[in-house]
């Protein structure tokens, strides 16, 4: 029985019953705790992201500065190697050029000493064309000359004239 009377006073605790001044004092403990949280941490709290905020943008902006930096150097790169190709192009026009003129030349110069090679060539051929003439003459005169001094010598047959004459000759031909 003893344990049934401390259930039955346990129970007679364990109804709720409504306390207006814990709630009140539970409930102004709320706003000053909310006052000072407002005061101590929400203040610093948003000045902490305030200064986050302005932190990001400044990186925000600072990244755009950057990237319009980039972009304008990215076109000067390219102006600039655009520009180089045209001047590459050039220097390889004027070089064609150039040796297109040097070829001219030497093809021109080459020309002028054929020609003068030949009209050289063409010179000496005939003196010494000349030459050999002269020296023909000379052995037909001299040839004659002893011919006739033979002749003159003694009277000759068709013949024996015939075989004296190829005997100069070949007497001559052995001295060259």
Same mark, same amino acid.
């Given at each position: 029985?003893?344990?049934?009377?401390l259930?039955?006073?346990?129970?007679?605790?364990?109804?709720?019953?409504?306390?207006?001044? !814990?709630?009140?004092?539970?409930? +102004?403990?709320?706003?000053?705790?909310?006052?000072?949280?407002?005061?101590?941490?929400?203040?610093?709290?948003m000045?902490?992201?305030?200064? /986050?905020?302005?932190?990001?943008?400044?990186?925000?902006?600072?990244?755009?500065?950057?990237?319009?930096?980039?972009?304008?150097?990215?076109?000067?790169? /390219?102006?600039?190697?655009?520009?180089? &190709?045209?001047?590459?192009?050039?220097?390889?026009?004027?070089? &064609?050029?150039?040796?297109?003129v040097? &070829? !001219?030349?030497?093809?021109?110069?080459? /020309?002028?000493?054929?020609?003068?090679?030949?009209?050289?060539?063409?010179?000496?051929?005939?003196?010494?064309?000349?030459?050999?003439? +002269?020296?023909?003459?000379?052995?037909v005169?001299?040839?004659?000359?002893?011919?006739?001094?033979?002749?003159?010598?003694?009277?000759?047959? +068709?013949?024996?004239?015939?075989?004296?004459?190829?005997?100069?000759i070949?007497?001559?031909?052995? &001295?060259?």
């Amino acid at each position: 029985m003893l344990t049934s009377s401390l259930v039955l006073g346990a129970a007679e605790h364990a109804t709720p019953h409504f306390n207006g001044g !814990d709630i009140l004092f539970q409930l +102004a403990m709320f706003l000053i705790l909310l006052a000072l949280l407002k005061k101590f941490a929400w203040g610093p709290l948003m000045g902490i992201m305030t200064e /986050r905020e302005e932190h990001i943008a400044g990186e925000i902006e600072a990244a755009e500065k950057s990237r319009a930096e980039a972009a304008k150097n990215l076109e000067e790169q /390219r102006q600039l190697l655009k520009q180089a &190709r045209q001047e590459a192009s050039g220097l390889i026009e004027n070089a &064609r050029k150039q040796g297109d003129v040097q &070829r !001219d030349e030497i093809i021109t110069i080459a /020309r002028a000493e054929s020609e003068r090679i030949k009209e050289a060539a063409k010179l000496e051929i005939e003196t010494q064309k000349e030459k050999a003439v +002269a020296a023909i003459r000379e052995q037909v005169a001299s040839l004659s000359v002893m011919i006739a001094s033979k002749v003159i010598e003694k009277e000759l047959s +068709a013949a024996d004239q015939e075989k004296l004459i190829n005997d100069y000759i070949q007497e001559a031909g052995e &001295r060259r």
